[in-house]
Structures are given as structure tokens and as C-alpha cells.
């Protein structure tokens, strides 16, 4: 029978966002391979206790609910991450967290620069052009080379749409995050 981790049932932080999932073992000291989803992975370093569920790919997991991974220390290995935490002490139970979904904190993600944002934070706001017309709500935001592409939901004549607008100061007046709203240099028939 193999080992498993030990891991503490716990609730999921209210402001707690999906970073990564575990990818496999890496090597035989308990140590895992995480894939994050963003290529600059700073919340999973700045976190000390990460939040696990099980995949949501149906694939079977040794526990379900929410659980606490207290992390002894994680690192940039090639494309990934790789992490080490309690009551992971060897490759079996390493291997049980595969596929696990992680989540930390978004008090844990590390300040931003001026005129950086987070992703996570532009998901959902409103987007209105420069004479206050609804654009749309972003759904996501899509890395296309040497911009990103804020990608809105709207909906015109009752069907729903989806309009692309380059997340460049070109194009992007404010974000305020305070006032939940995106001012665009954008016209509905763009």
C-alpha cells in the first residue's frame, strides 16, 4: 500500500484563486511537479500554505473537499514549478497529489507596479468606451504574442457576442479597479 500524504481538511480562503495544478512526482524525496498558470508564478512562492481539490477531471483522488498543504519550499525547475511541503515525504505520496488543483490566497500574490494588473482582477469588469457605452465584460484575457487581448461577452440584439480589444495603453484609457470599470478608446462598431 502506498503512502499517502498527510493533509488537513480546511475551507477555501473567500478570496482564493486557482493557480496551478500537480503535474507528478519528482524524484523520490517527496518533491512534486507543479504547473503553474502563470508564466511568472510569484503567488505560489509568496504562499506558505497552499489549498488543494481534487482534479475536476473526474480522475480519482485519495481525498475530496478542500485541504491545507503546508509548503517547506518551492522553486523554478525548467517550464515548471517544483515544491516540497509537510507530510510529503516520498515519492508514493507525492504521486497521490497528481492532478490536484491549487489554490492560494490573493491577499499572498505579491503588490503589483503601476499599471500592472492581474488577470484574476479584470475578469469580469465592465468595459465601457470613452462616451460611457457598454462594451461588453471581459471573460478572459488572451496572450497574443507581443500584447494581450482583453476578450469581452456582449450582447446585441439578444444574442451573446464577443468582442477582442488590445489591452495596450493605445487602446486603454483606465483601469479602475476600485470602481470595478475599463475605459476603452473603442467604438461598438469596431
Known amino acids: 500500500m502506498p503512502n499517502l500524504p498527510v493533509l488537513d481538511p480546511a475551507q477555501l480562503p473567500p478570496d482564493a484563486v486557482e493557480v496551478g495544478r500537480i503535474a507528478d512526482a519528482w524524484g523520490v524525496k517527496g518533491w512534486f511537479k507543479v504547473l503553474p498558470y502563470s508564466a511568472d508564478p510569484e503567488a505560489l512562492f509568496a504562499a506558505k500554505t497552499w489549498f488543494l481539490q481534487p482534479s475536476e477531471k473526474g480522475a480519482r483522488s485519495f481525498f ?5 498543504l503546508a509548503i517547506r519550499q518551492a522553486r523554478v525547475h525548467s517550464d515548471s514549478v517544483v515544491a516540497w511541503a509537510q507530510g510529503v515525504d516520498d515519492r508514493d505520496a507525492a504521486e497521490a497529489l497528481r492532478g490536484a488543483r491549487i489554490f492560494v490566497p490573493r491577499e499572498s500574490f505579491p503588490a503589483t507596479g503601476e499599471d500592472e494588473y492581474y ?3 479584470l475578469i ?12 461588453g465584460t471581459v471573460r478572459e484575457l488572451l496572450p497574443t504574442g507581443p500584447q494581450t487581448t482583453l476578450v469581452l461577452v456582449c ?4 444574442k451573446a457576442h464577443e468582442r477582442m480589444i488590445p489591452f495596450v495603453s493605445a487602446f486603454v484609457d483606465k483601469v479602475d ?7 476603452v478608446d473603442w467604438q461598438p462598431d469596431y
Do not use: F, K, M
Request: include cysteine.
Open 124 to 135: 469580469g469588469l465592465p468595459v465601457v468606451n470613452r462616451e460611457g457605452v457598454p462594451l
Open 155 to 158: 450582447e446585441h440584439e439578444g
Open 64 to 68: 475530496s473537499g478542500t485541504v491545507q
Open 119 to 121: 488577470w484574476v482582477d
Open 177 to 183: 479597479l476600485a470602481g470595478r470599470c475599463i475605459t
